[in-house]
């Protein structure tokens, strides 16, 4: 959609609030994926604060763009609490896919949020002829933003859950040359006969076929837990590398990986289980469950794409409101809330969970 004139409808009809949109794949609202549809949450409260900040021009510099972005956040929740400290408990980020450094960003954040501050949003492709904006504040925005809300409260509970499915098929091999986002040479082989060894050399990559191959069987990254986050191949080169949407660091291990329906299910699963964690301990009803979900999902999911959205609607209660929307990668640490001791990684393919209420009187 244009999103000004969605800004002005919808702030005709509330009046001057301050407003976030984002130009999403596709929303999720109750039970199901919704495209070509406009989904809207309204935060308001007296037991918590919301600050949000907006950054352009984010592909100039990255780091500095988070480090711009959580200064922005800190400086609006300052201004709401009369500059009274309150435990800040969740930043939701959103940008656009203007660039490549997407960890960077992240590590501008984490320097001054805190590293371990839990940090969930995700990367929004403009693919629209109307070519908007992929986020916006109060009609601010550009092809070249990033935008956050800042969560904060001593009554505010909030749990995590991210995972993503995939499963490890091929041998790890550490990465010996990269060029940014483009991954030339592995241990002892190029990356393009690394998949040829499991998938076969009759496969020509090259080809329009390759996309639905590399979601399937996409790379795996080893993070710092023993843990492998996806990236989806975007370009399979004939000379041997392949081009991902993120920078890639040499030295780590890289594997491939594969997705099956009832694997990416039962991440569905494990990510609402560990988001709901805090919740059933304290015998607490979550009020908003947010979902953001990888919008490959729904090429191995199919028509099974709802069955994720039910896999979290099921474990809550029926008055829990339940929102989402699907990105082209994730902001997100990598596990539940018993495993949130590490930083927020930028990732493919994964589907997030966030449950947010409040603590019992």
Do not use: C
Not at 18 to 33: F, K, P, T, Y
Request: a positive charge; zero cysteines; proline letters at 4%.
């Amino acid at each position: 959609y244009p999103i000004l004139q969605l800004n002005d409808g919808i702030k005709a009809a509330l009046g001057e609030k301050n407003l976030v949109i984002i130009n999403s794949q596709a929303n999720i609202i109750d039970q199901q994926l919704k495209k070509r549809s406009a989904v809207l949450s309204l935060f308001s409260g007296h037991s918590y604060y919301h600050a949000t900040s907006l950054v352009k021009n984010v592909s100039e510099n990255p780091y500095i763009a988070g480090h711009h972005l959580a200064w922005g956040l800190l400086d609006s929740l300052s201004s709401k609490t009369a500059k009274r400290e309150v435990v800040k408990r969740l930043a939701l980020v959103f940008s656009s896919d203007s660039f490549i450094q997407k960890s960077e960003l992240l590590r501008g954040m984490q320097e001054v949020l805190g590293v371990r501050f839990p940090i969930l949003g995700g990367v929004i492709s403009e693919n629209s002829s109307l070519n908007p904006s992929a986020v916006s504040f109060n009609r601010e925005g550009s092809q070249d933003s990033v935008v956050g809300v800042l969560l904060a409260g001593e009554q505010l509970m909030v749990g995590l859950g991210s995972y993503h499915g995939w499963i490890p098929l091929g041998l790890p091999k550490k990465i010996k040359k990269v060029d940014n986002n483009r991954i030339q040479d592995l241990d002892d082989l190029s990356p393009l006969k690394y998949y040829f060894n499991y998938l076969g050399r009759h496969l020509d990559l090259t080809k329009e076929d390759s996309a639905s191959i590399g979601i399937i069987y996409p790379l795996g990254i080893e993070s710092e837990k023993d843990q492998y986050l996806i990236r989806f191949p975007k370009f399979f080169e004939p000379g041997g590398s392949i081009i991902v949407d993120s920078q890639v660091q040499e030295n780590q291990n890289l594997r491939l990986m594969m997705g099956t329906r009832k694997e990416l299910l039962t991440a569905a699963e494990k990510a609402a289980d560990a988001a709901l964690e805090p919740f059933l301990k304290t015998k607490t009803n979550p009020s908003l469950i947010i979902i953001i979900s990888a919008i490959e999902r729904k090429e191995i999911l199919g028509v099974e794409i709802n069955s994720e959205i039910n896999a979290v609607k099921n474990k809550v209660p029926e008055h829990t409101k339940i929102v989402g929307l699907y990105t082209r990668g994730q902001f997100a640490p990598y596990g539940g809330n018993t495993q949130l001791n590490s930083m927020s990684y930028y990732q493919n393919g994964g589907i997030a969970v966030a449950a947010i209420g409040l603590k019992k009187d």
